[in-house]
């Protein structure tokens, strides 16, 4: 992946096992919990690229979220501010290799940011 390409999208849901269900039967994504991220069944779609996840369903989360590569969250957040965006939620670490972060754009869509490689070292 780099710079600017989308990387995941969750979907929230407020039935795990019937999203999981439906999301399978209907497009025939491979759909499971990885260790570590119980909870939140990541998807793959048959073209082994596009993913995401399920994930619970809350006040600030109603809409499936996209998220962007991006070299730099920090760099990328300033970028927003300056723009007229706002920060949801700064760099946060999942691994000790990638990071991701929440803004919204001047119209009130949230984006996410991720930053980061699945390799460790």
Same mark, same amino acid.
Request: charged content about 20%; overall charge negative; aromatic content about 10%.
């Given at each position: ?66 998220? =962007? ?17 706002? =920060? ?22 949230? =984006? ?10």
């Amino acid at each position: 992946m780099a710079h600017g390409d989308i990387t995941h999208i969750d979907i929230p849901v407020t039935d795990m096992d019937r999203a999981t269900t439906f999301y399978g039967n209907l497009f025939g994504w491979q759909i499971a919990e990885v260790p570590g991220y119980e909870g939140y069944p990541m998807w793959q779609a048959p073209n082994k690229i596009s993913g995401g996840g399920l994930a619970p369903r809350s006040d600030g989360f109603t809409q499936p979220r996209s998220y =962007v590569e991006v070299d730099s969250i920090d760099e990328t957040l300033a970028k927003v501010r300056d723009a007229g965006g706002t =920060v949801v939620m700064d760099r946060t670490e999942i691994s000790p290799t990638s990071w991701w972060a929440i803004f919204t754009d001047p119209d009130g869509n949230h =984006v996410g940011l991720y930053e980061g490689t699945t390799e460790t070292g």
